[in-house]
T-cell receptor, first 115, second 116 residues
Framework: AQKVTQAQTEISVVEKEDVTLDCVYETRDTTYYLFWYKQPPSGELVFLIRRNSFDEQNEISGRYSWNFQKSTSSFNFTITASQVVDSAVYFCALSEGETGNQFYFGTGTSLTVIP | DAGITQSPRHKVTETGTPVTLRCHQTENHRYMYWYRQDPGHGLRLIHYSYGVKDTDKGEVSDGYSVSRSKTEDFLLTLESATSSQTSVYFC???????????????FGPGTRLTVL
């Protein structure tokens, strides 16, 4: 079974629209970590955020915000006022337990921002 | 930049030939990883290392072997390449201390491997 599900394969939005990328995870551990990465068309993987299972506070960084809800096992990512430079594939990832070094990635959501 | 390089960046080879990919880091991170990225699958872990000469298998390790003889280098070897191993391979690093869990991974630029 997939530990991380990103049900949205592709999303297109018009510039300046808000967009939310969904991430649902599955784990039996009480200690775990969640991550988001961005992969622009150039191909590199860029770390965006890390969240541990004991911290459910939402986080905002500029136009980016993350909503972590343990009750629904979700860690969603919202981009406000999207820009063309946000066009990329976004991956959600999970690492579990005290070992916590093996990452499980979702299959990614390809976001296209249309000017 | 996390100081990670991969070589070669592109390689085309033929079925049945051995291939070695190299990951080199200058960050003194303890943990190193090899992933493959394929459409529809995201990134999948092949092997990882938690110290010099200490390695373990990931979810797609069949057909691959690794070696780590020093902190900064992690080698991925395809003993006899097959067309199903055509992919983009990423190296990643994390955690300077043993036992540090849940730290973010930093990725290299990737190697595009084509097996004909």
């Amino acid at each position: 079974a997939q530990k991380v599900t990103q049900a949205q394969t592709e999303i297109s939005v018009v510039e300046k629209e808000d967009v939310t990328l969904d991430c649902v995870y599955e784990t039996r551990d009480t200690t775990y970590y969640l991550f988001w990465y961005k992969q622009p068309p150039s191909g590199e993987l860029v770390f965006l955020i890390r969240r541990n299972s004991f911290d459910e506070q939402n986080e905002i960084s500029g136009r980016y915000s993350w909503n972590f809800q343990k009750s629904t096992s979700s860690f969603n990512f919202t981009i406000t006022a999207s820009q063309v430079v946000d066009s990329a594939v976004y991956f959600c990832a999970l690492s579990e337990g005290e070992t916590g070094n093996q990452f499980y990635f979702g299959t990614g959501t390809s976001l296209t921002v249309i000017p | 930049d996390a100081g990670i390089t991969q070589s070669p960046r592109h390689k085309v080879t033929e079925t049945g030939t051995p291939v070695t990919l190299r990951c080199h880091q200058t960050e003194n991170h303890r943990y190193m990883y090899w992933y493959r990225q394929d459409p529809g699958h995201g990134l999948r872990l092949i092997h990882y290392s938690y110290g010099v000469k200490d390695t373990d298998k990931g979810e797609v390790s069949d057909g691959y072997s690794v070696s780590r003889s020093k902190t900064e280098d992690f080698l991925l070897t395809l003993e006899s390449a097959t067309s199903s191993q055509t992919s983009v391979y990423f190296c990643a690093i994390s955690g300077r201390e043993y036992g540090t869990s849940g730290t973010e991974q930093f990725f290299g630029p990737g190697t595009r491997l084509t097996v004909l």
